[in-house]
């Protein structure tokens, strides 16, 4: 920064002596672990395998057997309702197979390889589920990730925060717009294929059947169908529908401070970036202004969809310069929020990341960063566009590369830029639409204080001590949910575990229905005092190596949720109506989840999770350390209640693993 100071070195000299530049220029000299420089041209790095050299081969998602997804679907039903209602459910599913089920396997298989040829059978009607649900976006949809703070403290300052994540935000977009990012792929085997040679001889063999070269060395590539949302994209209200919406070209990002909405450029009219300098000193010049806003138009985002639908149609008639404002927001590369509090403690963060007030949001754009006063930052992203993988690799990248830029000088030494070119999006709201953001403000504000989110956090379990034990980590997570559930309530849950499909063209995800007759008879032995620890040991390990295997059948495409939901909607779609297997309780039960759950490890990881997506739902997202587990519970029943039984399984766990 010496070059670019207009000061005489004299000057410059006399400003390094200050104790906290000295305390700056020492953190900023050597990168910390974790940490990437930029390439000299601003991006994260530059791929020898073109980033879609593999899209054209990835394999397809398969249609199970019909028989084989009524079975699987029998064997969830049974844990969830009782005896005659499941015999009842039998009677249906028989019918099915042997009348209507046929008929529409056909029709699926047919349009699988005709209309979803170049696709997923399942894509298209999952992307409408989401896009047709009028549920409001926070707390029922949207969820997110909260980094660990930057390894320097100096630079988890709210606006050098902002600015180093923001930089590297924009890094990532660019690697990706200019075809440098490297593909995703799932190393087996990385001695192989993350050699140079492989590199350099698989980025040469056709797209067509680059994907089973890969396969050869145990590289698995990875579908990165999502990433076009990932940028520059949005999710538009309209009445019964939604729909996603792109950009391209765009060079700006909108960020919101209180009500207020700015926007400025993060890359230059020749591509290039905006620096990191040139970043933080708008945000610093954010942070300072004067707040202009009286209505908080982010609230709007926050409402039933049909609702916030005829909101932003009102929005827009009231002026042109709305419609401009609204299209910036859309338009940006991505948002970003500078929240006003410092949340400490993962409650407080995981809430601010989650939801903060509202009023400073943007619950639309595929993603919103948020940073703290405090430097505390997360993403939260929108579902409907995509899944976990994308922006898992996003939240990798850019703490990484965050981690790996500059510590630059203070605000307040001859070195520091002034803030350029800022626009404040301002919005014309009449009394209508007010009252309508007032409304939103006091739902929203009730919706927050009604939910309950406690976290847990033990060493009675950990991935070293399963392990030992030679016992699966998340099968045996999984099992402690079902067994807390069980002790609060006498019966099994609908339960729902995420498992990825980015291993196919265009897939989604798949159910893992953790709630099985294993894991049933798991928690009544459990909750049975007669019952020895070598019984309850060897029902656990059944349970568990149960659990690895439906967990195993999912990954492979055989789950029964994806394959029943496709055969319900073409049936909706052809006569109109329901047929019995669809209106029968077991149906509706295990369409109702209780238990929502997602795990998520990874080294930059603070917190991370989801809202409960309905009023008798709980939310968990769980990790697994070498040292701990560790669990946040949301909900607007008992959270705590929940928590204090999950606490109790995991060392009921610990005792009869221990002395088996």
Same mark, same amino acid.
């Not at 309702?81 to 008929?103: I, M, N, S, W, Y």
């Not at 989110?453 to 999984?478: C, N, V, W, Y």
């Not at 007669?530 to 059948?553: F, K, M």
């Given at each position: 920064?010496?070059?670019?100071?207009? @000061?005489?070195?004299?000057?410059?000299?006399?400003?390094?002596?200050?104790?906290?530049?000295?305390?700056?220029?020492?953190?900023?000299?050597?990168?910390?672990?974790?940490?990437?420089?930029?390439?000299?041209?601003?991006?994260?790095?530059?791929?020898?395998?073109?980033?879609?050299?593999?899209?054209?081969?990835?394999?397809?998602?398969?249609?199970?057997?019909?028989?084989?997804?009524?079975?699987?679907?029998? =064997?969830?039903?049974?844990?969830?309702?009782?005896?005659?209602?499941?015999?009842?459910?039998?009677?249906?599913?028989?019918?099915?197979?042997?009348?209507? %089920?046929?008929?529409?396997?056909?029709?699926?298989?047919?349009?699988?390889?005709?209309?979803?040829?170049?696709?997923?059978?399942?894509?298209?009607?999952?992307?409408?589920?989401?896009?047709?649900?009028?549920?409001?976006?926070?707390?029922?949809?949207? $969820?997110?990730?909260?980094?660990?703070?930057?390894?320097?403290?100096?630079?988890?300052?709210?606006?050098?925060?902002?600015?180093?994540?923001?930089?590297?935000?924009?890094?990532?977009?660019?690697?990706?717009?200019?075809?440098?990012?490297?593909?995703?792929?799932?190393?087996?085997?990385?001695?192989?294929?993350?050699?140079?040679?492989?590199?350099?001889?698989?980025?040469?063999?056709?797209?067509?059947?680059?994907?089973?070269?890969?396969?050869?060395?145990?590289?698995?590539?990875?579908?990165?169908?999502?990433?076009?949302?990932?940028?520059?994209?949005?999710?538009?209200?309209?009445?019964?529908?939604?729909?996603?919406?792109?950009?391209?070209?765009?060079?700006?990002?909108?960020?919101?401070?209180?009500?207020?909405?700015?926007?400025?450029?993060?890359?230059?009219?020749?591509? %290039?970036?905006?620096?990191?300098?040139?970043?933080?000193?708008?945000?610093?010049?954010?942070?300072?202004?004067?707040?202009?806003?009286?209505?908080?138009? %982010?609230?709007?985002?926050?409402?039933?969809?049909?609702?916030?639908?005829?909101?932003?149609?009102?929005?827009?008639?009231?002026?042109?310069?709305?419609?401009?404002?609204?299209?910036?927001?859309?338009?940006?590369?991505?948002?970003?929020?500078?929240?006003?509090?410092?949340?400490?403690?993962?409650?407080?963060?995981?809430?601010?990341?989650?939801?903060?007030?509202?009023?400073?949001?943007?619950?639309?754009?595929?993603?919103?960063?948020?940073?703290?006063?405090?430097?505390?930052?997360?993403?939260?992203?929108?579902?409907?566009?995509?899944?976990? $993988?994308?922006?898992?690799?996003?939240?990798?990248?850019?703490?990484?590369?965050?981690?790996?830029?500059?510590?630059?000088?203070?605000?307040?030494?001859?070195?520091?830029?002034?803030?350029?070119?800022?626009?404040?999006?301002?919005?014309?709201?009449?009394?209508?639409?007010?009252?309508?953001?007032?409304? $939103?403000?006091?739902?929203?504000?009730?919706?927050?204080?009604?939910?309950?989110?406690?976290?847990?956090?033990?060493?009675?379990?950990?991935?070293?001590?399963?392990?030992?034990?030679?016992?699966?980590?998340?099968?045996?997570?999984?099992?402690?949910?079902?067994?807390?559930?069980?002790?609060?309530?006498?019966?099994?849950?609908?339960?729902?575990?995420?498992?990825?499909?980015?291993?196919?063209?265009?897939?989604?995800?798949?159910?893992?229905?953790?709630?099985?007759?294993?894991?049933?008879?798991? @928690?009544?032995?459990?909750? =049975?005092?007669?019952?020895?620890?070598?019984?309850?040991?060897?029902?656990?390990?059944?349970?568990?190596?149960?659990?690895?295997?439906?967990?195993?059948?999912?990954?492979?495409?055989?789950?029964?949720?994806?394959?029943?939901?496709?055969?319900?909607?073409?049936?909706?779609?052809?006569?109109?109506?329901?047929?019995?297997?669809?209106?029968?309780?077991?149906?509706?039960?295990?369409?109702?989840?209780?238990?929502?759950?997602?795990?998520?490890?990874?080294?930059?990881?603070?917190?991370?999770?989801?809202?409960?997506?309905?009023?008798?739902?709980?939310?968990?997202?769980?990790?697994?350390?070498?040292?701990?587990?560790? @669990?946040?519970?949301?909900?607007?029943?008992?959270?705590? %209640?929940?928590?204090?039984?999950?606490?109790?399984?995991?060392?009921?766990?610990?005792?009869?693993?221990?002395?088996?």
């Amino acid at each position: 920064w010496e070059s670019r100071s207009p @000061c005489k070195k004299k000057e410059i000299q006399t400003v390094r002596k200050t104790p906290m530049l000295l305390c700056r220029q020492a953190a900023a000299r050597a990168l910390p672990l974790g940490a990437r420089a930029l390439t000299s041209d601003g991006y994260l790095h530059k791929t020898t395998i073109p980033t879609d050299h593999f899209q054209k081969s990835l394999p397809r998602m398969p249609l199970p057997k019909l028989e084989d997804t009524l079975r699987r679907y029998l =064997d969830s039903a049974s844990v969830v309702v009782p005896q005659e209602a499941f015999e009842e459910t039998k009677r249906a599913v028989a019918a099915f197979g042997e009348a209507e %089920g046929p008929k529409l396997q056909a029709e699926l298989s047919t349009l699988r390889d005709t209309k979803y040829k170049d696709s997923s059978y399942i894509s298209e009607m999952w992307y409408d589920k989401y896009l047709e649900d009028r549920t409001p976006l926070p707390i029922n949809v949207n $969820a997110f990730l909260t980094w660990k703070q930057d390894p320097h403290p100096l630079k988890n300052d709210q606006a050098s925060r902002a600015a180093s994540l923001i930089t590297a935000a924009t890094a990532f977009h660019r690697t990706m717009r200019d075809g440098h990012l490297k593909p995703d792929i799932f190393h087996t085997k990385p001695h192989l294929s993350q050699h140079p040679l492989y590199e350099n001889i698989v980025r040469w063999i056709p797209p067509q059947v680059s994907w089973y070269a890969g396969y050869a060395v145990g590289a698995y590539a990875l579908d990165m169908f999502q990433y076009a949302r990932l940028f520059q994209s949005t999710r538009v209200p309209q009445a019964g529908k939604d729909v996603l919406v792109s950009y391209s070209d765009t060079r700006h990002i909108v960020v919101q401070h209180g009500a207020d909405f700015y926007k400025f450029d993060v890359v230059t009219p020749e591509g %290039g970036p905006v620096s990191q300098a040139q970043i933080e000193a708008n945000i610093r010049a954010i942070l300072e202004a004067k707040p202009s806003a009286t209505e908080a138009v %982010g609230l709007l985002t926050t409402m039933d969809r049909d609702e916030w639908a005829a909101a932003r149609q009102h929005l827009t008639s009231l002026s042109p310069n709305n419609a401009e404002a609204l299209a910036a927001v859309d338009s940006a590369v991505f948002v970003a929020s500078l929240e006003p509090s410092s949340p400490e403690g993962l409650v407080s963060d995981s809430r601010c990341a989650l939801h903060g007030t509202g009023r400073d949001r943007w619950f639309d754009k595929s993603f919103q960063l948020t940073v703290a006063k405090n430097g505390r930052a997360a993403v939260n992203f929108e579902h409907a566009w995509g899944d976990g $993988a994308a922006v898992l690799r996003f939240f990798d990248e850019v703490f990484t590369c965050a981690n790996g830029l500059p510590l630059l000088p203070p605000p307040d030494t001859p070195a520091a830029l002034p803030p350029a070119s800022i626009n404040r999006l301002d919005f014309a709201i009449d009394s209508h639409l007010s009252g309508t953001i007032t409304k $939103a403000a006091a739902r929203f504000d009730a919706q927050i204080q009604s939910g309950q989110f406690e976290p847990l956090e033990t060493d009675a379990i950990s991935g070293q001590f399963l392990r030992k034990h030679k016992i699966g980590g998340d099968g045996t997570m999984q099992m402690a949910f079902q067994l807390a559930h069980y002790r609060m309530y006498g019966h099994s849950a609908s339960t729902y575990e995420s498992k990825s499909h980015a291993g196919f063209k265009h897939g989604r995800t798949e159910t893992i229905r953790s709630a099985t007759p294993k894991s049933d008879a798991m @928690c009544a032995a459990f909750c =049975d005092p007669s019952t020895s620890r070598a019984e309850r040991a060897a029902l656990l390990r059944e349970a568990v190596d149960n659990h690895a295997r439906i967990s195993y059948e999912a990954l492979l495409g055989q789950g029964w949720d994806r394959h029943l939901f496709a055969l319900r909607k073409l049936a909706e779609k052809s006569s109109g109506g329901t047929l019995p297997i669809f209106s029968d309780r077991a149906y509706s039960t295990l369409s109702d989840i209780v238990l929502s759950t997602s795990t998520l490890v990874h080294p930059a990881l603070h917190a991370g999770g989801f809202g409960p997506p309905g009023p008798n739902t709980y939310g968990i997202m769980y990790t697994l350390t070498p040292e701990m587990a560790r @669990c946040g519970v949301a909900s607007y029943r008992d959270s705590a %209640g929940l928590v204090r039984h999950l606490d109790q399984s995991f060392s009921q766990f610990r005792d009869v693993l221990g002395s088996a």
